[in-house]
């Protein structure tokens, strides 16, 4: 792959027709400085949670003028799920191919050789930068900073408060990671991911970057200053599900303003391509009986294979290459065109390994007379550890037609509420879309990240101790997944984590029910209560068990520990590690795993 300058590069776009009454006239468009890439996504926003879509009780006037600045496509679409979003956006795959299609579980975590978005931006001279939600991985080879990005401010898995986050955080005043660093900050989460990626342009301002900028919000614990939600108290259960919801909403909005101002004040706007995106269909701006909220006409929400669960929002503005001025494509388009198109546009050829499933727009972006071929888009979800099935759960696309599970047929365009099943009167669409689907499902199933989980590397250089939680854990059990369930106590069986020892060595294996952030005993409960958020309750261990590679190792509990340790020497391989406790001679998921290489031997 070839490798840019870091100032400005030279090159030539293609042409671009436009067009003046019956007349056509070329224009070419040349030294043009190497485009800056922003990427806004926020979370659980769905298709009809603003303004500009029609909604007429959200107040987002920022992202409305920038859709009236921008070319919209109108028939963009993600997973259902925020992981698998994320994957397929930053891979160019789809999730049933990066092996990413679950929010927990093992299924959240991108596999070390995937090629992504920020990696090949860095290879090409770019620096890059993500702040807020990244949901691919906690661990080596899968954070940030081993995919790509130089500098990366994030809060650990799918939500702030989570249990894999940092103790006591929740948006306000929080401790997230700088660079894999716990680091202290003042005021708001999405306040202060806006605000760290301003000044990442700033320092970075005469380079190229790459920012990947998605929100944690408004995704639950639907937390907000009063001063955004109090205006939309008197529309809940009148108009709208939830005042906190639209507040964050409104609150990202005014920091997508902020962004957009510091872009001119630094005189970047003209060369900077900015998007605006949503991760799948709205949770809480629309009521599942859809009686509250706003959906642009169509049914569905978040996890639904319903048009709203991912059709989403998505704005595109470049205007120093003609990229902008309101204007609609209308084309099928989805998250896995997302790498190669960007890579058209700024002039990158991708890796000669590169396997991607999406399409390259870039010269429909740049002249609107150039037409996307017709294609099929797939969307398979399961929130499992085992892969999605071909056709239960699926939704298949092409064109005006949605085949939902293999057998229910609508047509889009005249049915967006999907209330007319025709496959009947259609034998020919149906017909085609499943043999496109087996077509693409037989190709799936024979790649290792199907096959195969991600294994989280352990006594690599590249991270001293891999951190191992029981809402990532595999099992049979429904997940564990907020801080405030592991401070009541609630038990799953789920104990089981992929890790691949990469070194010969002794190594550690620390098991704990409170983070080491937050100082406690097995069986008690922490002096330390954050924010005064928990209800802490004691839990009863007697034991806990250990196995991997074929061996198990047990130990009693005293009343005074805060942890339990096992010293065992490895030898490089992939293995499964299971960390139980035993609780009335009941084995259930150890809370928190650490593993620590102590001695290289």
Request: aromatic share 12%; glycine share 8%.
């Amino acid at each position: 792959m070839g490798f840019f300058s870091r100032g400005i590069f030279y090159f030539l776009l293609l042409s671009i027709l436009s067009c003046t009454g019956s007349q056509k006239k070329e224009r070419v468009i040349a030294k043009i400085e190497h485009p800056n890439v922003i990427l806004v996504m926020t979370d659980d926003q769905g298709i009809g949670d603003l303004g500009a879509h029609g909604n007429p009780w959200i107040q987002t006037p920022n992202i409305d003028a920038f859709y009236n600045e921008s070319l919209r496509l109108t028939d963009f679409h993600v997973s259902p799920l925020c992981t698998p979003t994320r994957s397929a956006l930053m891979t160019g795959q789809y999730p049933i191919n990066n092996g990413v299609w679950a929010t927990f579980k093992g299924r959240d975590m991108l596999h070390g050789n995937s090629i992504i978005i920020p990696e090949v931006f860095h290879e090409n001279g770019y620096v890059t930068g993500l702040f807020g939600k990244w949901h691919l991985g906690n661990n080596y080879p899968s954070r940030p900073t081993d995919k790509g990005f130089d500098v990366a401010v994030h809060h650990n898995s799918g939500g702030v408060g989570e249990l894999s986050d940092y103790w006591g955080n929740n948006y306000f005043n929080d401790i997230y990671l700088v660079n894999n660093e716990p680091k202290q900050f003042e005021g708001y989460c999405t306040d202060i991911w806006f605000d760290e990626a301003i000044k990442f342009i700033e320092d970075q301002k005469d380079k190229p970057f790459f920012i990947y900028l998605p929100t944690n919000a408004p995704h639950h614990p639907l937390y907000v200053s009063e001063r955004y939600s109090k205006p939309y108290d008197s529309l809940v259960e009148k108009h709208i599900p939830s005042a906190e919801f639209y507040g964050m909403i409104t609150n990202i909005d005014d920091n997508f303003g902020k962004l957009d101002k510091a872009l001119k004040e630094l005189g970047l706007y003209e060369n900077t391509i900015l998007i605006f995106c949503t991760d799948n269909g709205s949770q809480f701006g629309v009521s599942p009986d859809y009686r509250l909220g706003w959906n642009k006409g169509f049914r569905g929400r978040k996890s639904d294979k319903l048009e709203a669960g991912h059709r989403v929002p998505f704005f595109i503005r470049w205007p120093e290459a003609g990229i902008k001025g309101g204007k609609d494509l209308n084309d099928l388009t989805a998250h896995v065109d997302l790498l190669p198109t960007l890579a058209g546009l700024c002039n990158i050829v991708l890796p000669t390994n590169f396997e991607g499933d999406g399409i390259d727009f870039s010269k429909t972006l740049l002249d609107p007379n150039e037409k996307i071929p017709e294609r099929t888009v797939f969307v398979h979800h399961r929130q499992d550890y085992r892969p999605p099935a071909p056709l239960k759960g699926s939704c298949i696309m092409r064109g005006k037609w949605r085949l939902l599970n293999g057998s229910e047929l609508y047509d889009i365009t005249t049915d967006p509420k999907q209330e007319n099943n025709i496959p009947e009167d259609y034998p020919e669409v149906v017909a085609q879309l499943l043999e496109d689907n087996k077509t693409f499902i037989s190709k799936a199933i024979q790649k290792k990240e199907y096959q195969e989980l991600a294994y989280k590397k352990v006594g690599s250089n590249l991270q001293k101790t891999t951190t191992l939680t029981i809402q990532h854990a595999l099992g049979e059990d429904g997940p564990i997944w907020m801080q405030d369930e592991i401070a009541a106590g609630i038990k799953n069986k789920n104990a089981s984590h992929p890790i691949e020892i990469v070194k010969k060595g002794l190594y550690r294996i620390r098991c704990r029910r409170w983070p080491v952030e937050c100082t406690g005993t097995i069986q008690g409960i922490p002096q330390r209560n954050p924010k005064g958020l928990f209800k802490y309750r004691p839990l009863d261990v007697q034991e806990v068990k250990i196995s991997l590679f074929d061996k198990s190792y047990q130990k009693k509990v005293e009343s005074l520990d805060e942890h339990i340790d096992f010293e065992i020497e490895l030898f490089p391989g992939k293995t499964i590690l299971n960390t139980q406790f035993i609780i009335e001679n009941r084995t259930y998921g150890v809370y928190y795993t650490y593993v620590e290489l102590l001695k290289e031997l």
